[in-house]
């Protein structure tokens, strides 16, 4: 898969066994004002080595490919939000903390250790980079 693309390809790369990511995914999927491709990196495993041998560790969050841009981990969050419409009362409060300065600098890390306890509890491997 080319992850490459044109200014319009949008493409979030998400890990596909994490109960996070999976709901924020389908959180993006019904409330996205573009399209927006969603690929589970663990299906994907092409895409995974190549952002990392472009720099960017999806251990360390999910990644928005938009055209030639990479956004990482709460970067691809803050772009996600403007790419999205708020439908309910659960957009609200995400979307308030999202704009407030820092938030989401002191959010991101937690969802990130929340990632790695659930993958463990659930017996998957954490590591995106070593799944064989």
Known sequence: MDIGGTQE????????????CCRYSAYVRLRQRMEIALVDARQTPEIVADLKSR???LNQGMALLWGPRVYLGKKALVVL???????????????FVIRIPGAVSLLYPVCKLLRLVLLRLLGKNPDLHRLN
């Open 81 to 95: 939000d403007s790419l999205t419409y708020a439908r309910g009362i659960f957009d609200v409060p995400v979307r």
């Open 55 to 57: 720099g960017y560790d």
């Open 9 to 20: 390809d949008i493409t979030l790369i998400y890990d596909g066994e994490c109960p996070i």
